[in-house]
């Protein structure tokens, strides 16, 4: 885990019940779906990698400080549906020269069947990665995205390999609007946070105002809320320790870790161990800010 796969993004979801497996056992049930790269006939492929691969890791689990770190890998062909139809009206303009004749909605519809099976063996494919990690002393599954879309996607999966995954996405007790709005309106923020120079306002009609690099405590920033806009996102720091981007639906982006020097990064080992520690505090004191989790009835 070089310094460049530490985890830029988090979708945070919780257990509803706390996770059970051992790092052996998980291995196991995610060793029953291992990434296969794309065959030739299909669209797409998913599977679990070494979240150490680019070190000749084996091993589908890394675990450290009771937390197990897991890698989805997805490819998916690359077919432009431009290229589909450009192919297909070839065709049927060949046919209805050929045979002095109208093609109709359903050849076409199979003609345009025959030619995605003619195209994807030789589709371009791309490759993505999404590394998580289970933190079992919270009880939190930690997703590197910030597409809830991904995040779903990994989630049924995982549970998909696992026949159960208790899970649901972190809510907390206040509107993280509503709470990031009052900060900037009243000019306070709850320590150890500090304010960032970036936020996005938005107002219930739709328009909105990006603010970059900008003293958001500022009169300029005050107007814009006084006309009765909200935070959409807010750029903060965490104790000289992390800066970051959060936004209205509780998704972090934009991590950066500001205290970690080069002379730390040991290793793979060293490094998800020095993040999943950060992580543990940060994200426990990033709850209570905002008031905590939501309790469900």
């Given at each position: 885990?070089?310094?460049?796969?530490?985890?830029?993004?988090?979708?945070?979801?919780?257990?509803?019940?706390?996770?059970?497996?051992?790092?052996?056992?998980?291995?196991?049930?995610?060793?029953?779906?291992?990434?296969?790269?794309?065959?030739?006939?299909?669209?797409?492929?998913?599977?679990?990698?070494?979240?150490?691969?680019?070190?000749?890791?084996?091993?589908?689990v890394y675990a450290a400080n009771r937390c197990f770190l897991i890698t989805l890998r997805k490819q998916e062909k690359i077919l432009p549906a431009t290229v589909i139809?450009?192919?297909?009206?070839?065709?049927?303009?060949?046919?209805?020269?050929?045979?002095?004749?109208?093609?109709?909605?359903?050849?076409?519809?199979?003609?345009?069947?025959?030619?995605?099976?003619?195209?994807?063996?030789?589709?371009?494919?791309?490759?993505?990665?999404?590394?998580a990690y289970i933190d079992l002393e919270h009880n939190w599954l930690l997703i590197n995205t910030a597409s809830r879309k991904k995040a779903d996607e990994l989630v049924?999966?995982?549970?998909?390999?696992?026949?159960?995954?208790?899970?649901?996405?972190?809510?907390?007790?206040?509107?993280?609007?509503?709470?990031?709005?009052?900060?900037?309106?009243?000019?306070?923020?709850?320590?150890?946070?500090?304010?960032?120079?970036?936020?996005?306002?938005?107002?219930?009609?739709?328009?909105?105002?990006?603010?970059?690099?900008?003293?958001?405590?500022?009169?300029?920033?005050?107007?814009?809320?006084?006309?009765?806009?909200?935070?959409?996102?807010?750029?903060?720091?965490?104790?000289?320790?992390?800066?970051?981007?959060?936004?209205?639906?509780?998704?972090?982006?934009?991590?950066?870790?500001?205290?970690?020097?080069?002379?730390?990064?040991?290793?793979?080992?060293?490094?998800?161990?020095?993040?999943?520690?950060?992580?543990?505090?940060?994200?426990?004191?990033?709850?209570?800010?905002?008031?905590?989790?939501?309790?469900?009835?």
């Amino acid at each position: 885990m070089s310094s460049n796969h530490w985890f830029k993004n988090l979708i945070i979801f919780r257990f509803e019940q706390p996770f059970s497996l051992t790092t052996e056992q998980l291995h196991e049930q995610l060793h029953t779906f291992p990434f296969q790269p794309c065959p030739s006939f299909a669209w797409s492929s998913m599977g679990w990698i070494s979240p150490a691969e680019y070190e000749n890791e084996t091993q589908l689990v890394y675990a450290a400080n009771r937390c197990f770190l897991i890698t989805l890998r997805k490819q998916e062909k690359i077919l432009p549906a431009t290229v589909i139809r450009d192919f297909v009206n070839e065709k049927v303009e060949q046919i209805e020269e050929e045979q002095q004749r109208e093609v109709r909605r359903r050849e076409k519809d199979a003609i345009k069947e025959q030619i995605i099976e003619e195209l994807l063996p030789r589709a371009f494919v791309k490759s993505s990665d999404i590394s998580a990690y289970i933190d079992l002393e919270h009880n939190w599954l930690l997703i590197n995205t910030a597409s809830r879309k991904k995040a779903d996607e990994l989630v049924s999966f995982l549970r998909k390999c696992l026949g159960s995954l208790p899970v649901v996405p972190v809510e907390v007790d206040q509107s993280p609007s509503y709470t990031m709005t009052g900060w900037l309106t009243r000019r306070n923020l709850p320590k150890p946070f500090t304010l960032g120079e970036d936020c996005k306002l938005v107002s219930t009609e739709g328009e909105s105002v990006t603010c970059k690099q900008l003293d958001l405590l500022s009169n300029e920033v005050q107007e814009h809320l006084n006309t009765g806009k909200n935070v959409n996102y807010l750029a903060l720091q965490w104790q000289d320790r992390i800066s970051f981007v959060i936004d209205q639906e509780y998704t972090i982006k934009r991590i950066r870790f500001l205290n970690i020097s080069e002379d730390q990064l040991e290793g793979y080992g060293a490094d998800f161990s020095i993040m999943s520690l950060e992580f543990r505090q940060f994200i426990t004191q990033l709850l209570q800010i905002f008031g905590g989790l939501r309790q469900t009835p």
